[in-house]
């Protein structure tokens, strides 16, 4: 007694129920034809309609769709028989013997019969070129190479089924609708011990989408598979491009194969989708997808790939060479760094969502200080103490004529001339004409020593450029935490030791003696510029 399954999507399925229906009759035995269309409400049902006029067939449209797995899982749900042979809408049988000759296993012994798939041998239109290549090469294979791996080449658009193994091992309704529900059917079968028997009982495969359509369900695929990897319901050395992608991760070329692939993505599209589309440059391709689906920073990617290969201090000796190299991609003139001068497609966007100039490596921060200091602070003979200045300012600090940029960072990790420590800067009183403290003071865990200390410096009426992070309500410290991993939680970075707000930090400042104006700017797009930056500018009174 065998149930046939067919589950359909806007599809003409009354073809092949017919063929069917003929030669469950022709071989005199107990059966039912029962076609479920997973809510396409496509006008082709009327068609399908035409099955409930045959023998022992029925067909029902849903009236939403639930899924490949979730229809599977019903159609066995309603068969009546112990044997269930499942088959995709766009298939055919290659003769009249599909049904006698799965007969003979339809006996005790636990297993999956598994009778193959084949594709029409005229080769189509170019446009769909990709789908039938792909068939023939990596599904339309023989059984003897199916059963060199019998779990993984299962495909479930022509398979022989007992109602007890299926009751052991259903189609998962928890994944994404993404495809590769077949090869956790196919994996979980193999962890419940269950024998895949592989047979020549082929079926044509008559459904070929065009190239582009398959691109993408190729995509979708991936994602699938992507996430079956991420949630542990599939090994990595289950099929062939998810061990070389566990590989590519353990050695790091994940990333820098994500990166190659938003280079070269266009160039392997136009041969997948044109007149002699290479298997492995869709290999290469899904891969490369794969590797891409974990969102990098490009910006963050090309600068991890160029540590990995020459080092950090090989990284910062290079940096300007590097950086004109890489802001070839972001060439354009949508936006410009105030900085480099550099006309820009676009900024590149942190993960916290600052905008990054690729050219110089400026900040909005950065963009915004230069901008300041031009139109309202540098003037010629002056003396500016800069303390841990970005490497982009530093370098153009130094370009500026008549002025001297004294830079100092006392933790090594800037471009710096002195290693003063804030606290007790090594410089003689009234001596500095404008102090630039920008991301400093929330580092200092006695910052009131360190207000003092700048305003020591500065000459009468000199000017300071301080900010931070800043926060609403209260300052919030405690020096009790110590652990970096605290200080992230608490302070919003590791070697943090305090949150200011605007009001509590000018309050501070006001009690070191100066006359604090808390400046409020708004967002310039064409710069790349912050909205609501804050900038304390300071007046030794």
Same mark, same amino acid.
């Given at each position: 007694?065998?149930?046939?399954?067919?589950?359909?999507?806007?599809?003409?399925?009354?073809?092949?129920?017919?063929?069917?229906?003929?030669?469950?009759?022709?071989?005199?035995?107990?059966?039912?034809?029962?076609?479920?269309?997973?809510?396409?409400?496509?006008?082709?049902?009327?068609?399908?309609?035409?099955?409930?006029?045959?023998?022992?067939?029925?067909?029902?449209?849903?009236?939403?769709?639930?899924?490949?797995?979730?229809?599977?899982?019903?159609?066995?749900?309603?068969?009546?028989?112990?044997?269930?042979?499942?088959?995709?809408?766009?298939?055919? !049988?290659?003769?009249?013997?599909?049904?006698?000759?799965?007969?003979?296993?339809?006996?005790?012994?636990?297993?999956?019969?598994?009778?193959?798939?084949?594709?029409?041998?005229?080769?189509?239109?170019?446009?769909?070129?990709?789908?039938?290549?792909?068939?023939?090469?990596?599904?339309?294979?023989?059984?003897?190479?199916?059963?060199?791996?019998?779990?993984?080449?299962?495909?479930?658009?022509?398979?022989?089924?007992?109602?007890?193994?299926?009751?052991?091992?259903?189609?998962?309704?928890?994944?994404?609708?993404?495809?590769?529900?077949?090869?956790?059917?196919?994996?979980?079968?193999?962890?419940?011990?269950?024998?895949?028997?592989?047979?020549?009982?082929?079926?044509?495969?008559?459904?070929?989408?065009?190239?582009?359509?398959?691109?993408?369900?190729?995509?979708?695929?991936?994602?699938?598979?992507?996430?079956?990897?991420?949630?542990?319901?599939?090994?990595?050395?289950?099929?062939?491009?998810?061990?070389?992608?566990?590989?590519?991760?353990?050695?790091?070329?994940?990333?820098?194969?994500?990166?190659?692939?938003?280079?070269?993505?266009?160039?392997?599209?136009?041969?997948?989708?044109?007149?002699?589309?290479?298997?492995?440059?869709?290999?290469?391709?899904?891969?490369?997808?794969?590797?891409?689906?974990?969102?990098?920073?490009?910006?963050?990617?090309?600068?991890?790939?160029?540590?990995?290969?020459?080092?950090?201090?090989?990284?910062?000796?290079?940096?300007?060479?590097?950086?004109?190299?890489?802001?070839?991609?972001?060439?354009?003139?949508?936006?410009?760094?105030?900085?480099?001068?550099?006309?820009?497609?676009?900024?590149?966007?942190?993960?916290?969502?600052?905008?990054?100039?690729?050219?110089?490596?400026?900040?909005?921060?950065?963009?915004?200080?230069?901008?300041?200091?031009?139109?309202?602070?540098?003037?010629?003979?002056?003396?500016?103490?800069?303390?841990?200045?970005?490497?982009?300012?530093?370098?153009?600090?130094?370009?500026?004529?008549?002025?001297?940029?004294?830079?100092?960072?006392?933790?090594?990790?800037?471009?710096?001339?002195?290693?003063?420590?804030?606290?007790?800067?090594?410089?003689?009183?009234?001596?500095?004409?404008?102090?630039?403290?920008?991301?400093?003071?929330?580092?200092?865990?006695?910052?009131?020593?360190?207000?003092?200390?700048?305003?020591?410096?500065?000459?009468?009426?000199?000017?300071?450029?301080?900010?931070?992070?800043?926060?609403?309500?209260?300052?919030?410290?405690?020096?009790?935490?110590?652990? !970096?991993?605290?200080?992230?939680?608490?302070?919003?970075?590791?070697?943090?030791?305090?949150?200011?707000?605007?009001?509590?930090?000018?309050?501070?400042?006001?009690?070191?003696?100066?006359?604090?104006?808390?400046?409020?700017?708004?967002?310039?797009?064409?710069?790349?510029?912050?909205?609501?930056?804050?900038?304390?500018?300071?007046?030794?009174?």
């Amino acid at each position: 007694m065998l149930s046939v399954l067919i589950p359909t999507y806007n599809y003409n399925v009354f073809p092949l129920v017919s063929l069917l229906q003929k030669q469950c009759e022709e071989n005199a035995i107990v059966y039912e034809i029962i076609v479920l269309d997973d809510g396409s409400k496509s006008l082709l049902n009327e068609a399908n309609e035409k099955i409930n006029t045959l023998p022992c067939s029925t067909f029902r449209s849903l009236p939403n769709n639930i899924g490949r797995s979730a229809i599977r899982n019903l159609l066995a749900q309603e068969a009546q028989y112990e044997w269930l042979l499942f088959l995709d809408a766009d298939t055919l !049988p290659k003769d009249e013997n599909l049904i006698k000759h799965y007969l003979p296993y339809m006996n005790n012994e636990i297993k999956v019969v598994y009778g193959g798939i084949k594709y029409q041998p005229q080769q189509p239109e170019d446009k769909d070129l990709l789908r039938w290549i792909y068939g023939n090469e990596r599904e339309a294979l023989s059984p003897p190479k199916r059963r060199e791996l019998p779990h993984s080449r299962l495909l479930t658009l022509n398979f022989l089924i007992s109602k007890k193994i299926f009751a052991v091992v259903k189609f998962n309704e928890g994944i994404p609708n993404l495809r590769h529900e077949d090869t956790l059917f196919s994996y979980e079968l193999k962890m419940a011990g269950i024998k895949v028997e592989h047979i020549e009982n082929e079926v044509y495969h008559l459904g070929l989408e065009s190239s582009q359509i398959f691109l993408k369900k190729s995509e979708e695929s991936v994602e699938g598979l992507k996430y079956l990897l991420d949630h542990k319901l599939l090994p990595y050395d289950y099929i062939g491009i998810a061990t070389t992608y566990r590989k590519f991760k353990i050695t790091g070329f994940a990333v820098l194969t994500a990166f190659g692939f938003k280079l070269v993505k266009g160039i392997f599209r136009k041969n997948l989708l044109g007149s002699n589309p290479s298997l492995f440059i869709f290999d290469l391709y899904r891969l490369g997808y794969l590797c891409s689906l974990k969102k990098y920073n490009m910006y963050q990617l090309a600068k991890k790939i160029a540590r990995k290969f020459i080092g950090s201090q090989q990284l910062m000796k290079h940096e300007v060479f590097l950086r004109n190299l890489y802001s070839v991609f972001y060439s354009g003139t949508k936006n410009q760094c105030t900085i480099c001068h550099k006309k820009l497609r676009k900024f590149s966007k942190l993960h916290n969502n600052d905008l990054l100039c690729p050219r110089c490596g400026s900040l909005s921060r950065d963009r915004r200080l230069l901008k300041l200091l031009k139109e309202e602070f540098l003037r010629s003979g002056i003396t500016v103490l800069d303390f841990s200045p970005s490497r982009s300012l530093a370098r153009k600090m130094k370009t500026v004529p008549n002025i001297k940029h004294m830079s100092t960072d006392l933790s090594g990790n800037f471009i710096a001339d002195f290693q003063f420590d804030i606290t007790n800067i090594d410089v003689p009183s009234e001596t500095i004409d404008l102090v630039i403290c920008y991301h400093v003071l929330e580092h200092i865990t006695d910052d009131r020593k360190a207000m003092s200390e700048l305003y020591r410096v500065l000459k009468p009426s000199g000017k300071a450029l301080i900010q931070t992070p800043f926060k609403e309500g209260d300052i919030y410290e405690d020096y009790s935490i110590t652990e !970096p991993k605290e200080r992230e939680i608490h302070f919003g970075q590791d070697d943090h030791v305090r949150f200011y707000s605007v009001s509590s930090l000018k309050e501070r400042l006001e009690e070191a003696g100066f006359a604090v104006d808390a400046r409020s700017f708004d967002a310039d797009t064409y710069y790349g510029l912050a909205a609501n930056e804050t900038v304390l500018v300071l007046t030794k009174a």
